[in-house]
């Protein structure tokens, strides 16, 4: 049997699309940066060169241990830190999920880009590997939006100002990733993937259930419109 793998734009004519609104996202993405910069560039100069093993050090702190891994949110590092972080470690925990899953989606995502384009590696139990973990991701990140969504518009804690906005940024994520899930449904049921190759993308696997009493141009014809 041919090694697990997955041929990207499969059956799909006007994949050159998606190359388009990726120029467009990054023209909007460098605008507001731009509009950042200048608005930073407001501020009075200082000298970022000056006790720079400090500097590194901090960055480091701030970047890995608080940022990656969560310490100030899940209060995690002694007295100090738990001092300034509210006793919600529910919070933590959905931050927390948030990151690992949005990161692991890009991690995945970053290596179907260097496959396709640059080396060829993804295939075989390197393939399933990604495949489970995009789908992992794609679950810790509903998980986490999940209770992103009962913090901010049933427990509804006073700190929290629960805007228009916020409902319609957690929506785009739930969106994306379920929309994703179901088209990985449709496409394991379209091209008949092996079950032993399925099984990896196990909530993809799971949607292909639904596409699978339909035809096989049916399928097919979901795929392509889902994409």
Known sequence: MDQAHREIF????????IYILAALAVAVIAYAIYRRVRLWRLGKPENRLDNLGQRIKSFIVIAIVDGLAHRR?????????????????????????IVIGAGLLLFVT??????????DFSHGGTYLAFSFLGDLGGVLLLIGVAIALVRRYIQRPDRLDSTPDDAIALALVVIVVLTG?????????????????????????????????????????WYQSLW
């Open 10 to 17: 499969w059956n799909i004519d006007y994949g050159w699309i």
């Open 181 to 221: 899930f179901i088209l990985e449904g449709a496409r394991i049921a379209a091209a008949a993937s092996p079950s032993e190759w399925a099984r990896w993308s196990f909530l993809g696997y799971s949607f292909s259930k639904i596409f699978s009493g339909a035809s096989p141009g049916t399928q097919l014809a």
């Open 110 to 119: 970053a290596m179907d880009v260097i496959s396709h384009y640059v080396v």
């Open 73 to 97: 949110f899940l209060a995690i590092g002694g007295p100090k830190i738990k001092s300034l972080v509210p006793k919600e470690p529910l919070a933590g925990i959905m931050h927390l999920l």
